[in-house]
């Protein structure tokens, strides 16, 4: 695969969903596919969504004019689709968790039998192991997009960082699918950066941690045991502890794990301080520091077992220094921004 190939793809990602992303906005407009203000949420109007369709299109079409490398990404992009498909309609009419989860289960059981297997174990259970992995980092992703260009911000860094990860590895099909991701989530941004005039919604943020949760299983279905977590942990090291947040402070605080609310950590930065426009950057730069740790770890500048301990040891050190951002409740420290969003 030459660099040539390479860099139209990419370019081809980004005009794509650079150029469709306003017309789907005002199509979602035209439609009543919005996200209205109300309960949780702290943005002042309504947003329309539509702008995860871009995406999608920007990352697929490309992959598809070049052709479609082999019989696993064939199979990851279909699925991804169709999860990106699913949030769609979760977007136009909200669906049950035991449906979405039903449905991301199987998809990614398809994956899993294409031959990806996180090899954890080394035995039998590395097969629901690795559908577990897909379906929680999906939704992980999924639960991140709560604010003004976050999640976009985050994709760009963290695919791009991964998709040179997969092409030290000589894994070129999945390190092209990254690089078609990443120039999509930059051609999406403009349009979600702070104040958004378009959010992904649910078809964008289920279709990019999938085909993130994918690709990181993928890239470590080869890798020996001892580099295995934290070839998994690092890609999706924001997604991973903004999750790790939510749950530890809902269970200590004896709430609801699916409640609503703006408890993410994109919220407690917000809270303590953050502009956010510089959240948003904030999550970017470290989904860049961790996805850089994980390439010189392919690049054996640094062992696979202290790179496992210093990202283990990261994402417990922010989950437990950022509960105590947890008092600093809105209206209380701060004015609520007009781009927060509320997430499960």
């Avoid at 051609?187 to 943020?205: C, E, T």
């Avoid at 949760?213 to 890798?223: E, F």
């Avoid at 496992?308 to 922010?318: N, Q």
Wanted: glycine share 10%.
């Amino acid at each position: 695969m030459s660099a040539s190939s390479i860099l139209v793809a990419g370019l081809a990602g980004f005009l794509l969903s650079a150029a469709s992303t306003g017309p789907l906005g005002r199509l979602a407009t035209r439609w009543g596919l919005t996200d209205r203000p109300g309960g949780y949420k702290l943005h002042a109007r309504p947003v329309p969504y539509l702008g995860g369709i871009a995406i999608m299109l920007g990352t697929v079409l490309p992959m598809i004019f070049l052709g479609l490398p082999d019989r696993t990404i064939t199979v990851v992009i279909c699925a991804a689709v169709a999860v990106s498909l699913l949030g769609l309609i979760d977007d136009v009419k909200p669906l049950s968790p035991f449906i979405r989860l039903g449905v991301e289960s199987v998809v990614a059981a398809g994956v899993m039998l294409s031959g990806v297997r996180v090899p954890v174990t080394g035995g039998w259970l590395d097969a629901p192991l690795t559908v577990l992995w897909i379906v929680v980092i999906t939704n992980s992703f999924n639960l991140l997009d709560n604010l003004d260009g976050a999640l976009g911000a985050i994709t760009t860094t963290g695919a791009a960082l991964l998709a040179a990860t997969a092409f030290a590895e000589s894994h070129y099909a999945v390190g092209l699918l990254l690089t078609t991701l990443c120039f999509a989530s930059l051609g999406f941004l403009p349009h979600n950066w702070a104040p958004a005039k378009v959010f992904m919604g649910d078809s964008g943020s289920l279709f990019i941690g999938f085909v993130l949760a994918c690709s990181t299983a993928v890239l470590a279905t080869d890798r020996a045991t001892d580099g295995v977590i934290a070839s998994l942990l690092l890609p999706t090291f924001v997604a991973t502890v903004d999750t790790g947040i939510v749950m530890l402070s809902r269970v200590r605080d004896g709430r609801p794990l699916l409640m609503g609310g703006t408890d993410h950590l994109s919220h407690r930065l917000y809270w303590l301080g953050l502009s956010v426009r510089l959240t948003a950057v904030a999550l970017a730069g470290i989904a860049a520091i961790s996805g850089a740790l994980g390439l010189v770890m392919t690049l054996h500048v640094t062992s696979p077992l202290i790179t496992t301990v210093v990202a283990i040891g990261m994402a417990i050190l922010l989950i437990g220094l950022l509960q105590k951002a947890r008092s600093l409740e809105p209206g209380r420290s701060r004015k609520p921004p007009i781009s927060i969003s509320e997430r499960r």
